[in-house]
């Protein structure tokens, strides 16, 4: 289990390793761009899955969506109460913030309950789980049909040669999504519930 934690360059660092992208943008500019690119209008229920410093739920709540987001750790929420640009998640209205297991809390909501969600899970070594078939059932579960995910993945396993994404997206698939496409810059799929 990781043990030390540290906020660095906007993002957090849970035992050496850091949670979002830093070299080519920040990481507030880094979710911005997901929820740009899952298209996220005012009015709509969003689901985030993995809080962390909260920048998407931020993001996706300045468009006007009312979010739901999940966080396991409470290490993490209270290093987003330390930095200076997680507030919102703390203060605004259209942030509900659940603390418990991702894998187990999603069974609380019924079918078709969000129109996107936005999946950005630890790498795949510390939550190895969030990456399964069963999980991207039950994410297509709760996501309304015609509705959009956005799932962070990074990029492991590319400097060895294994290309992990391909599992990703094989899984994806099989769960039920379409138009599940890779997208560079975000480092992540998106695809759509039918």
Avoid at 24 to 34: E, F, I, L, N, W
Avoid at 135 to 151: A, E, P, T, W
Avoid at 161 to 178: N, S
């Amino acid at each position: 289990m990781p043990a030390f934690y540290r906020l660095v360059d906007g993002t957090i660092e849970i035992d050496g390793v850091r949670m979002h992208q830093t070299a080519r943008k920040t990481p507030v500019q880094d979710s911005q761009d997901k929820v740009r690119a899952l298209g996220v209008t005012a009015g709509s229920r969003v689901l985030d899955v993995c809080t962390g410093l909260g920048y998407s739920a931020i993001a996706s709540s300045r468009r006007g969506a009312k979010v739901t987001t999940l966080e396991v750790d409470g290490n993490v929420l209270e290093l987003a109460k330390t930095n200076k640009d997680s507030a919102e998640l703390f203060s605004s209205p259209n942030i509900a913030i659940k603390i418990g297991d991702a894998f187990e809390s999603i069974d609380g909501f019924g079918d078709g309950s969000f129109d996107f969600v936005l999946h950005d899970p630890p790498r795949f070594s510390f939550a190895g789980e969030l990456y399964s078939l069963a999980f991207y059932r039950k994410l297509f579960r709760v996501l309304r049909r015609g509705g959009k995910m956005f799932h962070y993945t990074g990029n492991p396993g590319a400097k060895s040669g294994k290309k992990m994404t391909k599992g990703f997206k094989q899984r994806l698939v099989e769960a039920g999504f379409v138009g599940v496409q890779w997208q560079e810059d975000l480092q992540g799929f998106l695809c759509r519930k039918p």
